[in-house]
């Protein structure tokens, strides 16, 4: 079991930046796939990034690509993501969520691939 939890959220001006962290509980954090989703008013939860277990490997949507970037530190059990150049289109609450351990899943992007999630931290860009 892992639990996860959210922080970091907030408002910020159009072309700034917020840090969200994501501190997991547990002494195995370094088995689990880590993943961003979002989900603005009204519309469904999307993927926005991942870094596996594996090798840290990222991957980013491509709405993110270039102003997004996840990173994670195993000894702390924390995973960040770094968003830069923010756009009122990226108002949501931001999910973070871990895979089952040891997950052989590449690049999950879908939100049934994850097994645990946090309760979501509200980010609002304004115009």
């Known amino acids: 079991q892992v639990q996860l939890v959210e922080s970091g959220g907030g408002l910020v001006q159009a072309g700034g930046s917020l840090r969200l962290s994501c501190a997991a509980s547990?002494?195995?954090?370094?088995?689990?796939?880590m993943g961003w989703f979002r989900q603005a008013t009204g519309k469904e939860r999307e993927f926005v990034t991942t870094?596996?277990?594996?090798?840290?490997?990222?991957y980013e949507a491509d709405s993110v690509k270039g102003r997004f970037t996840v990173s994670r530190d195993n000894a702390k059990n924390m995973v960040y993501l770094q968003m830069n150049s923010l756009k009122p289109e990226d108002t949501a609450v931001y999910y973070c969520?871990?895979?089952?351990?040891?997950?052989?899943?590449?690049?999950?992007?879908?939100?049934?691939?994850?097994?645990?999630w946090g309760q979501g931290t509200q980010v609002t860009v304004s115009s």
């Open positions: 969520a871990a895979t089952r351990p040891f997950s052989p899943v590449a690049a999950p992007t879908r939100d049934y691939e994850y097994n645990y």
């Open positions: 870094i596996t277990w594996r090798a840290g490997t990222t």
């Open positions: 547990g002494r195995t954090f370094s088995r689990y796939t």
